[in-house]
């Protein structure tokens, strides 16, 4: 295993519709399943997708946090890593809620994101056995934002309002909000 480069907007990987997965019997396919939980896991991130290690592949790895504190809130999704190929949205909840996403893609930007609340996901495990996810919340949030990056789509594309935390010359953390249209890669 190995971590690898993530790659970083305006990359053109990351705006490319992601390549259906056929084949898993592939020694390199499990080679970057392993390489990705590494990467993913080192960021730290809890999710990332192939495109974002220069992969046009559609495959995603997802793990919430595991400590204490992670525990209480996101209960038995905590510390449980999916890995999914071919994923599919085939289910989604009416409700939308706002909240704040990041991405390992576009350092330290920050936005105010529009997700559904509850979501299926259907896909392939790493031998190409069918499963099906049901997530809530910040799992399902997750989920969402990963299986953006496979169509071209970007948080920031999806964000009401975007932002970066820059220190001052106090050395004070101060937010400042962006010029949408300067920052969102055409």
């Given at each position: ?17 992601a390549h259906r997965i056929?084949?898993f019997d592939d020694p ?92 299926t996901v259907r896909g ?63």
């Amino acid at each position: 295993m190995a971590v690898r480069k993530v790659v970083h907007i305006p990359d053109p990987v990351l705006r490319k519709k992601a390549h259906r997965i056929q084949r898993f019997d592939d020694p390199k396919l499990q080679a970057l399943i392993d390489d990705m939980v590494e990467t993913m896991l080192e960021a730290p991130g809890v999710g990332l997708a192939a495109p974002q290690v220069n992969v046009s592949q559609r495959l995603i790895v997802v793990r919430l946090p595991d400590d204490e504190h992670s525990r209480e809130e996101y209960g038995e999704d905590a510390g449980v890593l999916h890995i999914v190929l071919n994923p599919k949205i085939i289910r989604s909840s009416r409700e939308m809620v706002d909240g704040v996403e990041a991405c390992l893609s576009i350092p330290g930007i920050y936005g105010t994101v529009s997700r559904h609340e509850a979501i299926t996901v259907r896909g392939q495990d790493r031998h190409g056995k069918p499963l099906s996810i049901k997530a809530r919340g910040w799992l399902a949030r997750v989920f969402q934002h990963e299986i953006d990056h496979l169509d071209g789509v970007l948080f920031i594309d999806r964000a009401s309002e975007i932002w970066r935390y820059e220190e001052d010359a106090a050395g004070e953390t101060v937010e400042t909000a962006l010029d949408e249209s300067a920052e969102r890669p055409a």
